[in-house]
């Protein structure tokens, strides 16, 4: 089946520092990839829609020169949280559409962001 | 997408059916229900989807209702491993740009 794959699945950094997150398609091309943050105990919330050789669409309240997303290929999406402060420190999920009309969202492992 | 209320928690005996259900009073006709659940510290893993005719898979089976207003998620063999929380979503395959709008979800919790 479709398979998404996110990598870092963790990563700590300092206060202050940009990360990279990536998502990969692996054996389907992705016009359009989401990428979703969880807090603690919460559910899942829409960041932004990922758009590949056009600009990102985001989420009311999500500062998009902070979380800058990169669609650069039909099988890659990146997010990059810049000049991350510890109030970022969430789980960070991507996720793309299958092919066909009603095929269900892929979602990636996570990466959980921890900054310290 | 249309809204949708789940129970917050439930309790599952190991080997048990586990049975989730879901209202989506407000589902409209070309609306499907979508369910995908989510273990710790993992992305959400897609279950099992349909529009109006009862579906069964691997996983799971869906029972909706002949007015299509609430479903039924089961898991007919309830393992430890499927202690995770369960989304129900109600949406059209197809719109504003293909996301998922995820609800609070029910926690199972599956015990031995």
């Known amino acids: 089946g479709a398979v998404v794959s996110q990598h870092p699945s963790r990563v700590i950094c300092k206060s202050g520092t940009s990360v990279k997150i990536e998502c990969r398609s692996l054996d389907f091309q992705a016009t359009t990839m989401f990428w979703y943050r969880q807090f603690p105990k919460q559910s899942l919330m829409l960041m932004a829609t990922s758009n590949e050789g056009s600009k990102a669409t985001y989420e009311q309240g999500v500062e998009k020169d902070k979380f800058l997303i990169n669609h650069a290929s039909l099988t890659l999406s990146t997010l990059t949280v810049t000049s991350a402060h510890p109030e970022d420190s969430s789980f960070y999920i991507c996720?793309?559409?299958?092919?066909?009309?009603?095929?269900?969202?892929?979602f990636g492992n996570g990466t959980r962001l921890t900054v310290t | 997408d249309a809204k949708t209320t789940q129970p917050p928690s439930m309790d599952c005996a190991e080997g048990r059916a586990a049975n989730l259900p879901c209202n989506h009073s407000t589902i409209s006709g070309n609306e499907y229900v979508y369910w995908y659940r989510q273990i710790h510290s993992q992305g959400p893993q897609y279950i099992i989807h349909g529009l109006k005719n009862n579906e069964t898979n691997e996983m799971a089976s869906l029972i909706i209702t002949e007015d299509r207003k609430s479903s039924t998620l089961i898991l007919p063999h309830a393992t430890l491993r499927d202690t995770a929380v369960y989304y129900c979503i109600v949406r059209i395959p197809y719109n504003a740009g293909n996301m998922l709008t995820f609800g609070g979800g029910t926690r199972l919790m599956v015990k031995p």
């Open positions: 996720s793309a559409p299958g092919s066909s009309y009603n095929s269900p969202l892929h």
